[in-house]
């Protein structure tokens, strides 16, 4: 009787067939991995370059735009005179597309396609006289307590209706914090000193309180009086004892029509008798501002707040703080 055995060689082909379909299968999808994985890395490092690039062109523009505003300072400087809000420097830029800035210096009229990324680049900016403010400096002369200008912020807070505690509170820690600078050892009981307006809720500000006094107050590296021309009423009120609300609006008015040119011109259009102006503490001119610049790219604004001092002809920079604003519909501050 004659028996087949069954071939070896043939019942393991199939087995081979599917180890090679698998290992191919594995190959493949190895291969598409490194593929995916290289490919993700060229897109990640074009991005990151790409944001580098923005980045630094971003900076040079608003850089840009703050030796604009210093040489508007500068002219203005040389043509004398009071500091008051129908001056150049006081006129806002309005959201501008850049690309018409760079077709104006060049003598062409602006042409291309409006989806071109270069001409969705918008700068806009303003410039403010930071001494229509309330300086936080003027508290403190020689480590004691300016009672004239303590007199000045207790009006502003009972304006505003703010609880004096905070204000007393406030410039204990001012003289404790500047009684630790003046002897030259650090008290490590001692406040620091602040450097920014946001940096007083070290003193005991509350968060309501600061933004209640934000846009009526500053913090300047030397005493400064008010600019009679560009203080707000409240300021004024404030600043002027004896001048009530009324009259402080009818003076924002008046100042409107025709610039204050001298304390003496001022005291007229008040019409009080018992209100008397100082040099220490009221002006018609600035020498301290602030300008702030924006510039959108895309979905992106990059804004930069700078404080200037101007001396003369020489207009200096004393901070510069830059940051990304999220929210495109934020008004500049």
Known sequence: MNTRW??????????QRGAAILM???TLVLVTT????MMWRQWRGVELESAQRMRVQSA?????ALDWARLILREDAR??????????????????????????????ALVGDDTDPAQEAFLSGQMEDLQARLNVTNLVENGQLHAASAAVWARLFKHLNLPQGELEAMTQRLLQASASTVA???NPLAPLSPHTVAELAWLGVSPMTLRAIDPFVTLLPARTPVNLNTAPPEVLLACVDGLELAQARQLVQSRALKPIDTLVDAE??????????????HAVASRFFSVTGQLRLGQSTLQERSVLQRDGLDVKVLSREREVVLDQERPLQ
């Open 6 to 15: 069954p071939n070896r060689r043939t019942a393991a082909r199939p087995a």
């Open 24 to 26: 191919a299968m594995l």
């Open 34 to 37: 490194l593929v995916s994985a």
């Open 60 to 64: 040079w523009i608003l850089t840009g």
């Open 79 to 108: 043509q004398g005179g009071s500091d008051h809000l129908a001056e150049p420097w006081a006129v806002p830029l309005a959201p501008a597309r850049l690309s018409s800035f760079l077709a104006a210096e060049r003598g062409q």
């Open 184 to 186: 030259g050892k650090a």
């Open 268 to 281: 007229q259009r008040i019409g009080n008798a018992a209100v008397h102006l100082d040099a220490a503490q």
